[in-house]
């Protein structure tokens, strides 16, 4: 097949594209570099075009012959979104209502798309998220976009009948990760002021959990949705690791200092992922337990 990723120079879309080309696969990357662009993420067998999913004519470019996309390109950061909701509007609802036209302009089989457990809002602690039955109220500008975009997935599906997947990612960590970028999270972060010797920075109390997931599960989970005869009709679907730690537990996990800051504006307190629904239409299931993932990125990065 030959598949389109959109952001596909960043940390997700670059694992992604490396497991297709594994898998035989074409895979053509839509991306503007917005995130930055990282050497060590240019794969040699990706046709690489600098676009941006907002233009018609980019896209156009991209879409012939095209049999599913990948729709990845965002603008992910939640602090960003809340300093700048105009942009991130503009790149994360047009940008995806674009891609949507794109791909149905050009017959494109399949989209699936990149969603954010940020949509959820906050929880109580220890409740588990389930899609389809939890009234989701979004805290960030970010996380309403990303809502928006789920339901015009849905929307095109229903409507037009282009087969569309919204997967729902929880705190992504892994290999190719920007210790800087938005999906780096506080296991990037951690990593880096380990490296370097400084205190690990927890904001507040510490005592936000996420469900730290592993970006080969993502992966696993996205070619699944774009392949699997059992989705297409504007699921939504949770891939997370199911195993909620709290950040204070990830500093042990690292083996090192911290250090207090404030707290970040629009962050839940609790997140964590029921995983049944892509157990059930994806027969997916995370591999990587957070102490293996965390343990192999140390090692990586050279750090004890």
């Known amino acids: 097949m030959k598949y389109l990723i959109t952001g596909g120079a960043g940390f997700i879309g670059t694992n992604l594209a490396k497991q297709l080309l594994a898998e035989g696969h074409k895979v053509v990357v839509i991306d503007n570099y917005a995130g930055g662009k990282k050497d060590d993420r240019i794969l040699t067998d990706v046709e690489y075009v600098d676009g941006d999913i907002r233009n018609e004519a980019d896209l156009d470019k991209v879409c012939i012959g095209i049999n599913g996309i990948f729709h990845m390109a965002a603008l992910p950061r939640v602090t960003y979104s809340v300093e700048n909701p105009d942009l991130t509007h503009d790149v994360n609802v047009n940008g995806t209502l ?55 997935c849905r929307l095109f599906s229903d409507l037009y009948g282009l087969e569309t997947v919204a ?40 005592e936000y959990f996420r469900d730290y997931t592993h970006v080969k599960d993502v992966v696993s989970a996205n070619i699944l949705a774009m392949q699997a005869d059992t989705v297409g009709k504007g699921e939504i679907i949770n891939i997370g690791c199911g195993r909620p730690t709290s950040v204070n537990e990830l500093v042990k996990i690292m083996g090192g200092e911290s250090i207090g800051v404030p707290p970040r504006a629009g962050d839940p307190r609790f997140s964590g992922a029921d995983n049944s629904k892509a157990k059930k239409l994806l027969n997916w299931e995370p591999t990587v337990k957070l102490e293996d993932g965390v343990a192999e990125l140390k090692q990586e990065w050279g750090v004890e």
């Open 98 to 152: 674009q891609v949507l036209l794109a791909a149905k302009k050009h017959d494109v089989k399949r989209v699936v798309f990149s969603s954010s457990s940020s949509t959820y809002g906050g929880t109580e602690p220890g409740q588990l998220l389930v899609e389809d039955n939890f009234v989701k109220k979004p805290m960030s500008p970010y996380a309403l976009h990303k809502f928006i975009g789920e339901h015009y």
């Open 167 to 206: 997967l729902i990612y929880f705190n992504v960590y892994g290999p190719y990760f920007d210790p800087e970028g938005a999906y780096a999270l506080v296991v990037g972060k951690f990593l880096k002021q380990k490296k370097e010797g400084q205190p690990m920075t927890v904001c507040g109390d510490g």
